[in-house]
Every structure is written in C-alpha cells, then in structure tokens.
C-alpha cells in the first residue's frame, strides 16, 4: 500500500484498524512518514504508543521488526549474532575430514550462512513490500552507550558487522521509538526525530478506542466504565490505569456477562485494571462506590 497523502488519510488508515487517534497524533505520523525522519514517542505506560507502530505496520502493509529493550542491551544483541554452535560443528567436521584450509573455512563460518540477525540488522534488509516498520520499544530502559550507538545507526540508517562489512539499508525503515519516561533520552537522539507525546485520551476520545477494541460492549457499560476509570486516573495511585486497561477491564466485564457497575463487580475485577496490591486494597469497600456514584453523577443520559 502507499503512503497517505494526507492527515486525514493517516486518521482513516489507522482507525481502519482498531486505532483511534486524534490530529495532532495523526499531523506528526504523517510528517514522519513523509519527511522519512524516525517519530520518538513519550507517554505513560499502556496509553498506546507501541500500538500506533503495529497498526502503522498493519495499514501500510509492511513488516514490523520490534527491538524490546532493556538494561544491559548492547549493539551486538540488537543487530547481530553468530551462531556459535553451528560453527562448531563446521570446523569439527572440517578437522575430521582432514586437509580442511584455513582460509576458507574461516570465509565460511563468517558468511551469512550463519549470520542470526538481530532487529536493526533485519530493518536494513530490503523487503518486497517496501521498507518495514522499525519499533525501538521502551528505549528508556536502555542505558548511554547503546542510545550513542543508536544515534548513529538512526543517521545513516547503516550497521557494520566486521566481518562482513556495512550493511546500508536502501529504503530506510519507518522508525517510532518509544519511552515510558522512566529516565530522560539523551537531546541528540531527541533531535533525529519528531517528537510527540502521548497523553491519556479525553473522555469521548476514550469511548470511541472502546467502541473500536471491544465493539460489543453495550454503550452504557462502556460509558460508565470509561468514566470509573477516567476518575481513578485522579486518584492518588502508585500505577494509573492506561487505555490498554481500559479494554481489558471490558472485556473482562463482557465475559462475566455484567451490564452495569457495581461496587461488588469492580471489587471482584480490579485486578483488570490496577497491576499493584497497594492501589487494590486503596479501592476496596467504599472507595469504589464513592468513585462509581461520582463517576455515574457525570454522566449525561444517552
């Protein structure tokens, strides 16, 4: 498929996928896929950064190569590995065979042959279906040294294996890299980008995602339960609930056949939406129904 010529293409496209966004969203996906330069998003956990890369892959029919980080990733684990045993067993079935040369067998075990790429090296391949999407998932989990190595790799859109040689990508990727903000990114990688954050979707914005993820949910379960959870995003709580919690609290209600709210049935189900014991046991007994009667006052006849 071709890129979108337009904003409201990007918003068409990614909501034909089960990803509503807003304008500002859609305005910075766009320049990013037109001026080819990687978006870097911030945002809290589970409001959908990793979901725009896979529903950006999905709509413009490309492969998505995802590269998890984590503390400790270093250059090596994210392009680029030998397969060790196999070459072990080439160069003992070449010293049981006899006469076996040097040189070559060293040509051998260094070819591609037994070359395990790693995400960036895959990005820089060419693909049939056009230059795939490179997710760089929670980058600020990562450490200095990588995000340098990663500065440069983003400049040129190039990797070098020694062994081989420099690999250059002859479409470069469609990169959105993502931060939870769990630390500051370095400015110079900041500065390769475009930037965007993502926030926590307003109250409409919220029910339409609903609508979209979990279309079979009655629409006054899914009004009170994005109001429940739009009001504990308020409370003072050690992990605010994400969108992504919002769908799967519904869908959790949608399975225990629940029609409405009820103090019991969140008490029953908030393991759905909280992920921390001390902000469960913050919920329990009145708590809930203080939020559930404060919730359901705000809501407008349908």
Not at 18 to 46: D, I, M, N, Q, W
Not at 107 to 114: G, I, K, P, T, V
Not at 191 to 215: G, S
Request: net charge negative; glycine share 6%.
């Amino acid at each position: 498929m071709t890129q979108p010529d337009s904003i409201d293409a990007v918003q068409s496209m990614l909501g034909a996928q089960g990803y509503v966004c807003g304008r500002a969203l859609a305005t910075v996906v766009f320049l990013s896929l037109k001026l080819g330069r990687p978006l870097f998003l911030e945002g809290e956990a589970g409001v959908g950064k990793t979901e725009i890369a896979k529903a950006l892959a999905a709509g413009l029919n490309r492969r998505l190569i995802r590269l998890q980080c984590y503390e400790g990733l270093d250059a090596s684990s994210a392009v680029y590995e030998w397969n060790f045993p196999a070459q072990m067993v080439a160069i003992r079935t070449a010293e049981a065979s006899g006469g076996a040369d040097r040189g070559a067998l060293q040509s051998e075990l260094f070819s591609d042959e037994y070359l395990i790429e790693r995400p960036l090296l895959q990005a820089m391949r060419p693909d049939e279906h056009g230059a795939p999407v490179l997710l760089i998932d929670e980058l600020d989990r990562t450490d200095e040294p990588f995000e340098a190595f990663l500065l440069e790799a983003l400049s040129d859109f190039q990797v070098t294996i020694p062994e081989l040689g420099t690999v250059k990508a002859p479409e470069p990727p469609i990169v959105i890299v993502t931060s939870n903000r769990t630390r500051e990114v370095h400015d110079a990688l900041k500065r390769r980008c475009l930037y965007h954050w993502v926030d926590y979707p307003d109250f409409d914005r919220e029910i339409e995602i609903l609508h979209a993820r979990a279309p079979e949910a009655a629409e006054a379960l899914s009004r009170e339960v994005v109001a429940f959870v739009q009001h504990l995003r308020t409370e003072d709580l050690f992990k605010k609930p994400g969108v992504a919690e919002t769908i799967d609290w519904a869908k959790c209600l949608l399975a225990l056949d629940v029609i409405n709210l009820s103090p019991e049935v969140i008490g029953d189900t908030l393991g759905a939406i909280l992920k921390y014991q001390d902000d469960i046991q913050k919920l329990q007994g009145s708590e809930a129904k203080r939020i559930l009667d404060e919730a359901k006052a705000e809501l407008e006849p349908v």
